[in-house]
């Protein structure tokens, strides 16, 4: 079993920036992919980015495209979201997931994940 732990999380003002920590229990090289998604409250889970853990690859949410940035250090266990520019609408609760399914088609799809995190809150105040 997985245990990933995002930290990170706070309240920030618009314009700020965070960097989000995900700490993996075991090698995230066991992984196809890691990602980061992100909750508000009546609002269904979205997709950040994500990132293959073999190589480079990225992939981002139209919303965030330009202004995020996922990271990861293989030999830490380790995978990170840069924010910037941050926007009230980017308030959330942001999770971290492991162990993707390895399709490009739904790599920032939920359900392609097989662990996943307690969740980090960030709160971006106007």
């Known amino acids: 079993q997985v245990q990933l732990v995002e930290s990170g999380g706070e309240t920030v003002q618009a314009g700020g920036s965070l960097k989000l920590s995900c700490a993996s229990s075991?090698?995230?090289?066991?992984?196809?992919?890691m990602a980061w998604f992100r909750q508000a409250p009546g609002k269904e889970r979205e997709g950040v980015a994500a990132?293959?853990?073999?190589?480079?690859?990225?992939y981002y949410g139209d919303t965030v495209k330009g202004r995020f940035t996922i990271s990861k250090d293989n030999a830490k266990n380790m995978v990170y979201l840069e924010m910037n520019a941050l926007k009230p609408e980017d308030s959330a609760m942001y999770y971290c997931?492991?162990?993707?399914?390895?399709?490009?088609?739904?790599?920032?799809?939920?359900?392609?994940?097989?662990?996943w995190g307690q969740g980090t809150q960030v709160t971006v105040s106007s």
């Open positions: 997931a492991a162990d993707c399914d390895g399709d490009t088609r739904t790599v920032l799809i939920s359900h392609s994940y097989k662990y």
């Open positions: 075991g090698s995230i090289s066991r992984h196809y992919c």
């Open positions: 990132i293959y853990t073999g190589g480079s690859r990225t």
